[in-house]
């Protein structure tokens, strides 16, 4: 064999499966197609739409407009180079932490398309056609996914972007329509907005972000009304046309949306086609994404693993990472201990959201007896500081055992403070945590002491 592990893709699973690999004493080849190392996290995905957000944030002084005013702009003109001159930086940064941890860790790469000829033994094919064949005892698919393309979309960079390509606009469209309310939907069409652009989100079902408290979502949907976005739910697609003017965007109950840019967001496909599954005999479902074991991460052939965006849902860089470590860690018969209950969902639109354990709705639907307890961020000293006048933490607590089953923030940094809840969460605590315990004041975080005590002044002392 040439290689303890084969990983193919360098995004978040591959990534921590070669290290971890690594840091067992294994032999790793990482194997990725693209020009640079990173993966769709570190160039087209997670880490340039959250780079874009901070600096649309920072120039437009989103974060300001509380004490001063929806008109108040740290600068004025705002422009693509803005916004990309940060981008370039933070990402040729993330690149190179990246090729120093494989290098620190003995970890080789190579750029190239991978195909599997068998069960141990794959294809190796260069940009400049150049062939080679690789041994393996074990492999990890990361390949990812790519966003879905329907072919009746008239994409041309021009008009029609796909979220891979927004990256590359020449310049701020005065006015956008953005189709596909999920996760990378709502987090350009807010990013665009906070910029003062008009947005018009469209979305063929008749909620968002189906997987969320819906006072949580239905909060996030009026602060979006609320700054003048046009949300249309319900409404289909009919056709999407690139006119010189301006695209147009027809739906089916007869309306035409026009703009000057339309990013289309509904969906991604995984990565799949040329990997040469059924030589190994492994299969992919319509959208290109493999099963694996929950448990274990390998597919139908036992020394193959499968991580990250290509097994499906939930697609984040957060959780490819832990599967890409779990993966190796599973392959180098490492025993690992039974996986937490919960992880958390982090939604950067602005406002932020993020969420762990049950939803209410969940709660409702398992019968338990629960109680709510609630905190504005306009009630803590930290909120008036900052001038935070929206946004709220919502926490929900069993009745019988007490127990914390469900985190859920819409507003300021919510992605950061949802961990005080998975914590109490994973960890079994009550709502006497949050009534017993002292916070750091003035704070964020102390609303989870508000809330906290919101829900015990109703339940009692158990
Ligand atoms: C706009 C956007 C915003 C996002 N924001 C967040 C966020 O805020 N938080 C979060 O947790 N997640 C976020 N995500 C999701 C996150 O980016 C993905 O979950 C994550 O990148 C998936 O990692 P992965 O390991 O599957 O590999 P990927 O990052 O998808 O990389 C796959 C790699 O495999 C390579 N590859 C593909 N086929 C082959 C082949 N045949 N041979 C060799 N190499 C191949 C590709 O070149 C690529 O480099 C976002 C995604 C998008 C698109």
């Known amino acids: ?16 499966a070669a290290v971890q690999s690594a840091k067992l004493g294994k ?12 993966g769709v996290s570190v160039h087209t995905g997670t880490i340039p739409s959250k780079t874009l ?16 005013g929806r008109g108040y702009r740290v600068k004025q003109d705002i422009s693509v180079h803005d916004l990309v001159e940060r981008l370039h930086k933070t990402l040729d940064h993330e690149v190179e932490v990246l090729q120093h941890q494989f290098m620190r860790n003995t970890v080789k790469s190579a750029r190239a398309a991978v195909k599997f000829l068998g069960p141990n033994k794959v294809s190796l094919t260069s940009d400049t056609g150049d062939y080679s064949e690789v041994g393996f ?8 996914t790519r966003p879905h393309r329907p072919r009746d979309v008239p994409f041309d960079k021009t008009r029609i972007f796909d979220s891979d390509e927004m990256l590359e606009l020449d310049r701020l469209p005065r006015t956008l329509t953005v189709i596909g309310a999920g996760v990378i939907g709502v987090e350009y069409a807010t990013i665009f907005s906070a910029l003062d652009v008009p947005v018009t989100l469209v979305e063929p079902r008749n909620s968002i972000l189906d ?13 979006m009304r609320d700054r003048g976005m046009t949300i249309r739910l319900g409404s289909a697609v009919k056709e999407i046309r690139s006119k010189p003017e301006a695209a147009e965007v027809e739906l089916a109950d007869g309306r035409t949306i026009r703009s000057e840019v339309v990013l289309y967001a509904a969906g991604r496909t995984g990565n799949v086609g040329s990997l040469g599954l059924d030589v190994v005999g492994i299969d992919a479902d319509s959208r290109g994404r493999i099963k694996v074991d929950p448990n274990t991460f390998q597919t139908s052939v036992p020394n193959i693993y499968a991580a990250g965006d290509v097994i499906g849902f939930p697609s984040l860089a957060s959780t490819s990472m832990e599967q890409g470590r779990v993966a190796a860690c599973h392959a180098f018969g490492v025993p690992l201990p039974p996986p937490p209950e919960t992880f958390p969902y982090g939604i950067y639109a602005v406002p932020e959201i993020s969420t762990v354990g049950q939803s209410e709705e969940q709660v409702r639907e398992s019968g338990a007896a629960y109680e709510v307890g609630v905190a ?24 019988e055992t007490r127990r914390l089953l469900g985190a859920h923030i819409v507003g300021e940094g919510a992605t950061e403070l949802i961990h005080i809840g998975q914590a109490v969460i994973n960890l079994g605590g009550t709502v006497d945590f949050f009534v017993n315990n002292t916070f750091n004041y003035p ?6 002491k508000i809330a906290g005590l919101d829900a015990w002044n109703r339940m009692g002392r158990g």
């Open 443 to 448: 704070t964020l975080a102390e609303a989870y």
């Open 137 to 144: 005892a074990n492999a990890l698919i990361a390949v990812g």
């Open 27 to 38: 032999s790793v080849l990482v194997v990725d197609r693209g020009r640079r190392l990173g």
């Open 376 to 399: 504005r961020f306009r009630e803590t000293s930290r909120g008036h500081i900052m001038g935070v006048n929206t946004g709220f933490l919502k926490l929900l607590f069993s009745i």
């Open 1 to 16: 064999m040439d290689y303890d592990m084969l990983v193919i893709g360098s995004g978040p699973s591959g990534r921590r």
């Open 211 to 223: 997987f969320v408290d819906r006072e949580i979502v239905d909060d996030f949907i009026h602060q």
């Open 53 to 68: 957000r901070e600096t649309v944030l920072n120039l437009s002084g989103w974060r300001e407009r509380g004490f001063y």
